[in-house]
């Protein structure tokens, strides 16, 4: 089992956020994480990846338990969120490089060059981020996800806001990963689950 959720809840306050949910995801699979906005998903998600802790519950990734504490198991996950956090300032290879580093990734410049190939930033490679499409920072942030060769992906919403021709550019790329890796992929739109997800 790639990816275990247990009774998982989270409360602000007296408000649920996320209420006692379980589900497991095996290794392989691209799962779709259903639901309307506000009903969880972001939150769960920031669970999984261990950014923050759950009121209740727990999760377990390749078997050991996610906790905000425990960097290990943090280092088997990439994570594209919602809002994607990049340096706009930073050109592409530069921030894909300054990725690598935290990750302590050895030929990290072999390591970038692979995935600006293998998301398609190679004519943006050496732009500032900030003058990119969000297509393009889409792209960057599936590859800062991927450059250390994660066992799981976990990504928030990953085409919101995208034009069409961007969302079947990236469902293509996510469905192309998502044959070596686990993926749970949060969306509200049914046709993205279907378009991409196992179940």
Known sequence: MSIEVINLSKYYG????????????NKGEIVGFLGPNGAGK????????????????????????????NLETRKVIG??????????DMYVREY????GKIYKIKNVRQRVDEMIEAVGLEVEQNK???????GYKQRVGLAQALIHDPDVLILDEPTTG????????IRALIKRVGKEKTVILSTHIMQEVEAICDR
Do not use: C, W
Request: avoid cysteine; glycine fraction near 6%; charged fraction near 20%.
């Open 79 to 88: 994570y594209l969120p919602e809002n994607n956090p990049l340096y706009t």
């Open 162 to 169: 995208l034009d069409p021709n961007q969302i079947a550019e």
């Open 96 to 99: 894909l490089e300054f990725i």
């Open 42 to 69: 972001s939150t769960t998600m920031k669970i999984m990846v261990g950014y923050i802790h759950a009121s209740s519950g727990e999760v377990r990734i390749n078997g050991q338990k996610v906790d905000v504490d």
């Open 128 to 134: 500032k981020i900030g003058m990119l499409s969000k």
């Open 14 to 25: 007296e408000q649920a956020a996320v209420n006692d949910i379980s589900f497991s995801v």
